[in-house]
């Protein structure tokens, strides 16, 4: 069985960091394609980030310079470093994986299984001004 279990999320204050953690199991997590999306409140949600089996990764515009995403392969677990945190990064952040053919930027709600097959449950990170 597929599972993915965030963590890390928090409250903090414009300009804070947090390290969001997926801790993976069921898969063979070397060899697979990851994301992390976030759901912002009353908006759809969008893609944030994405490393694939190779190592290559993708950001967002909006969180480039400030968003790193890795992973430790060892530990079947992807991460993501959020410095520079922003209001507007506020949103449920989840990590999924095993992406589909579609390329959508930002879906109506996630999870979204005609994008990525599993999800985990999310993790909230919250932004005060």
């Known amino acids: 069985e597929v599972q993915l279990v965030e963590s890390g999320g928090g409250s903090v204050q414009a300009g804070g960091s947090l390290r969001l953690s997926c801790v993976t199991s069921?898969?063979?997590?070397?060899?697979?394609?990851l994301g992390w999306y976030r759901q912002a409140p009353g908006n759809g949600c969008a893609l944030v980030s994405t490393?694939?089996?190779?190592?290559?990764?993708y950001y967002a515009d909006s969180v480039k310079g400030r968003f790193t995403i890795s992973r430790d392969i060892a530990k079947n677990t992807m991460y993501l470093q959020l410095n520079g945190l922003k209001p507007e990064d506020t949103g449920v952040y989840y990590c999924?994986?095993?992406?589909?053919?579609?390329?959508?930027?930002?879906?109506?709600?996630?999870?979204?299984?005609?994008?990525?097959?599993?999800w985990g449950q999310g993790t909230w990170v919250t932004v005060s001004s």
């Open positions: 999924a994986v095993d992406p589909t053919d579609s390329e959508l930027d930002v879906v109506d709600a996630c999870p979204d299984f005609t994008e990525y097959a599993y």
């Open positions: 069921g898969f063979t997590f070397r060899a697979s394609d």
């Open positions: 490393i694939t089996h190779d190592g290559r990764t």
